[in-house]
Structures are given as structure tokens and as C-alpha cells.
């Protein structure tokens, strides 16, 4: 990466330049480099139109959250408090991790003991790349989406692969709509030809 100030020669990513110390931070911004990319960082989560997000109280018992999550075919319930600000996060991988083959009473133990505190969050405006990000880096399959600081939807895994899914769908839907366009016309071009090269012969 060049710096513009001294044009010496520096590693990708860094914050300043090892020569002149000049800033470098906009100048290793990402570019898409296609359609897919371009959508994914311009388009917010809130497009996904994320389900509402479902909550417990920090008292409720895993017992009553796993019924929650059966019921309602989700991998995670949020845990709140009583003003709605959130406490935690309890998934399906902090079950299986923290509670599956343990000697755990389902009804006596809280979801406060074995949720996951201070999860990584998300806002509507947040950019779906950015959620992406998040979710490879922390290794996360769902992130709640705060609006002033209470959790109202959760973005899960899916639904990012469920959106990728659908612009790629489009794409090769245009191409190949596009290539039938191209051949269509090579053929009438084609049609056209013959019939004046008859014509002329006649």
C-alpha cells in the first residue's frame, strides 16, 4: 500500500506509514468487486427484515427456555432485565457446551448461570457485510439487534446466508437472461443475412 504523502511502500493494513507516520486508514478501504459485495456493503440488516427477538428474564429457568426455543423452532432465546436492557444471550451451542451431559436440574437452574453476558450486538443501520464480519471473527451464529440499548430482532447466520443465496440467484438469473438475449439477436442477425445474400443472388 502506497502512501500518498511519501508514496513508500507499506504492509496492507496499516495504520500509519513506517516512513513519514502519515495516516493510512482510508486509504486501505475494501472494494467490492462484485454485484454480491457491493450489495452486502451497502445494504443494511435491517433489509433482511430480522424476526423479533424473544426474551426471558434472567430468573426464568432453563427449563422454561429450552420450551421457548422448541416452541417457537429458534436457536436462541436473549435474556433482559425488567427495563429491557439486555443481560445475555442463551444458545443452543451454551446448552450443548455448558449443559448437556452435566447434572443439571432444568428447573431449578437459571438462565443467568449459563448464558453468554455482554454478547457482541448489532443496530438496524449496521451494514450486513459488517454482521458477517462479526459473526466469522467471533465464531457467532446469532447477534441481537439493539435499538436504543433493548433488543427488538436477532440476526442469525441464515438469514445472511439465506440473502447471499438470493443475489446469486439473481445474478446467474440475469446473466443467463442476458446470454439468451445475445444469442436471440446473433440469430436474427444470422436470418438476416442469408435472406439478403438470397435476395441479391436473385
Known sequence: MLCPACSADNLPGADNCEECFAPLTHEDIPQPTSRIE?????????????????????????????A?????????????DDAGALLGILSERDLLNRVANKRVDLDQATVSQYMTTNPETLVPESFISYALHRMMVGDFRHLPVLEEGSPTAIISSRD??????????????????????QEKLKQLAAERAAKEQKDTNG
Open 160 to 181: 445472511i446466508l439465506n440473502y447471499i443465496e438470493g443475489h446469486f440467484h439473481e445474478t446467474v438469473t440475469r446473466r443467463y437472461d442476458k446470454k439468451m438475449v
Open 68 to 80: 421457548v426455543m422448541r416452541e417457537k423452532h429458534i436457536g436462541c432465546v436473549l435474556i433482559a
Open 38 to 66: 457491493k450489495s452486502m456493503m451497502c445494504d443494511q440488516i435491517q433489509t433482511l427484515n430480522p424476526p423479533q427477538a424473544l426474551s426471558v428474564s434472567p430468573t426464568a429457568s432453563l427449563n422454561k427456555a429450552i
